[in-house]
């Protein structure tokens, strides 16, 4: 639970090894700030998932959630993510965006990301996306010498480095999340 004015900023790395679960649940009191940034990362038969239930209480909050799966082999990512905006909770700034990046056709990736929304005056947003790797990209990085492996390594990262955007231990994040790309790929 936040209180009005507090601000939480959480970034989570769920990197298996076999099964990885985060579940967050934030109630956001008038003026406060919440901010999730994630990655997750499996490859074999490995799954990992995220479940967040935030709850805009008070006027004037806001909370913005960045989900970024990779998978590989037969692992399975999922992410259910609601925002709840209670009656009278006007102000409400809300936004989740979620992408799921499957570098093989034999993992499973699963996204319900919700919003209920009972008061007015709110912006809220949330998007899902799941997909490959963009071909004229790797084509690209590739026509300028780059081995195609090190092409789909660095476009991974860049995926990967939206969720730990501006964090304070960002460069930690990122070299965690790094080791365990190059154990994936």
Known sequence: TLAAGASFD??????????GRIAVDVTLGEGAAFTLGAAQLATGAETVEIVTEVTHAG????SSQIVRTVLAGHSTGTYLGRIAV???A????AEQSVRAMLLDRTATANARPELE???????AAH???VGELDANGLFYLQSRGLPPSEAKRLMLQA?????FAGAPGEEA????ALARLEAIL
């Not at 006007?90 to 700034?93: A, E, F, R, S, Y």
């Open 90 to 93: 006007d102000g409400t700034d």
């Open 59 to 62: 006027l004037n909050a806001t």
């Open 10 to 19: 959480l970034r989570v790395l769920n990197a298996g090894p076999v099964f």
């Open 159 to 163: 995926f990967i480095a939206e969720a």
């Open 86 to 88: 209670e009656r009278g």
């Open 127 to 129: 998007g899902c996306a």
């Open 117 to 123: 929304i009972y008061a007015d005056d709110v912006k």
């Open 173 to 176: 994040l990122s070299e965690a």
